[in-house]
């Protein structure tokens, strides 16, 4: 079945996570998206190499439902090839510096030029309008500057998730507002420039935290994975691991001290609220840190589950991809991959739908495998392709 997006091409110019993956989120709903890199590939290719031949996770998963072109827009030809390939596009999606995308011809103003309803989905650290605007920077940058990373960990140590969290937000909200300018240009006919940004991102999901303080001047610093406004909301040792339990709510809570043996906690004034229970959360904490040292996680989150109360196991990554719950979800699913030493657990769409889902429907490409079907595509014969190749255009 054709996916929505299908007969609209996009260009990948993106490197490592946010503009790749508001590209493989247009590509899983059915657009034709051709990642353009370096004659050598581009450095996110062979971040954390996995394959027999270097090939990153990162890569893999982003990479899905696209077509690779290699391709050198700073030679006379390359940058040729470039804007007959853009002429073909409907969007143009590149988290580059602005002064490099000037410099590759990737500039809203030049690309506007060549084709006028262009869609030109771009993506900085810091946004535009800033002292710290020209700066690059990842996404561990933007956790630090939203007050995120303060808030995370132990008091005292600002600690940076693992998991680049901003960067994959910010590529899904790239790919909503795409899907915006695509509704318009529908409407009007006009094509758009639009500027996804990091540390916007990071604000965004952190803003809660920036409003209480703005308006209470709390002062509020990091307490590790315990909660501040709730309680018992931690992780929690169990006889065989460790779970994380969240009771928010003051029907959760009295459900809570029921189960730990402590009916009257539900009755004490001093938690008759989840910001007097996270006031006093040390010690609701400590009843729970006690009830669970003994029992075994399985029965602690059956006992929580039959109560409706929040709770799950925090897993090591093997554990994750063997949990019985995450393998019956057929969320991740096994892709095959030339250089893989086996099938490659990827994570699909994330969203599930009824009647347009979007599907992963090919692997990963290699370094160039579709430059020469593209460039047959866009009028050249084989020799010159050939020659292409011999002066490292291509």
């Not at 657009?31 to 190499?49: F, K, L, M, N, S």
């Not at 909200?173 to 409407?187: G, K, P, Q, V």
Request: hydrophobic share 40%; glycine share 8%.
């Amino acid at each position: 079945m054709a996916g929505v997006l299908d007969g609209i091409r996009v260009l990948d110019f993106g490197r490592f996570i946010a503009g790749p993956f508001a590209a493989t989120i247009l590509g899983d709903l059915g657009a034709d998206v051709i990642r353009i890199e370096r004659i050598d590939g581009g450095e996110d290719r062979w971040t954390v190499p996995v394959t027999t031949d270097g090939q990153g996770a990162l890569f893999l998963q982003v990479g899905r439902n696209k077509k690779s072109v290699t391709l050198n827009p700073m030679k006379d030809k390359g940058r040729e090839i470039m804007n007959n390939l853009i002429k073909t596009a409907d969007i143009v999606i590149a988290n580059l510096p602005p002064e490099t995308r000037k410099q590759m011809g990737l500039d809203y103003p030049t690309l506007k030029a060549i084709k006028a309803n262009l869609i030109v989905s771009t993506v900085t650290c810091f946004g535009s309008g800033g002292p710290f605007s020209d700066r690059v920077g990842f996404d561990g940058l933007a956790q630090a500057m939203s007050g995120a990373m303060y808030m995370t960990g132990p008091e005292g140590q600002p600690t940076r998730n693992s998991s680049p969290y901003v960067d994959f937000c910010t590529g899904s909200l790239l790919s909503m507002a795409t899907l915006a300018a695509l509704r318009h240009r529908d409407l009007t006919g006009e094509g758009q420039e639009l500027e996804g940004a990091l540390l916007k991102t990071a604000i965004t999901i952190a803003n809660s935290t920036l409003i209480e303080q703005d308006q209470l001047n709390l002062d509020r610093v990091a307490s590790h994975n315990r909660a501040q406004t709730a309680a018992p909301s931690d992780t929690f040792d169990s006889a065989d691991g460790m779970i994380l339990v969240s009771v928010i709510g003051n029907f959760q809570f009295a459900r809570w001290a029921k189960l730990v043996g402590r009916p009257e906690l539900s009755d004490d004034p001093r938690f008759h609220n989840d910001e007097s229970r996270g006031n006093h959360r040390n010690e609701i904490c400590g009843v729970m840190a006690d009830w669970c040292s003994s029992k075994k996680t399985d029965d602690i989150l059956v006992a929580l589950s039959d109560l409706k109360i929040p709770g799950a196991p925090v897993l090591s990554p093997q554990q994750a991809i063997d949990h019985p719950h995450v393998k019956a979800l057929g969320f991740l699913e096994n892709i095959e991959y030339p250089t893989a030493i086996k099938d490659i657990p990827i994570s699909s769409f994330p969203v599930s739908m009824t009647a347009s889902p979007g599907v992963i429907r090919h692997r990963a490409p290699e370094l160039g495998e579709h430059t020469d079907e593209i460039l047959l595509e866009l009028g050249y014969s084989e020799s010159e392709i050939t020659q292409l190749h011999a002066n490292r255009v291509v």
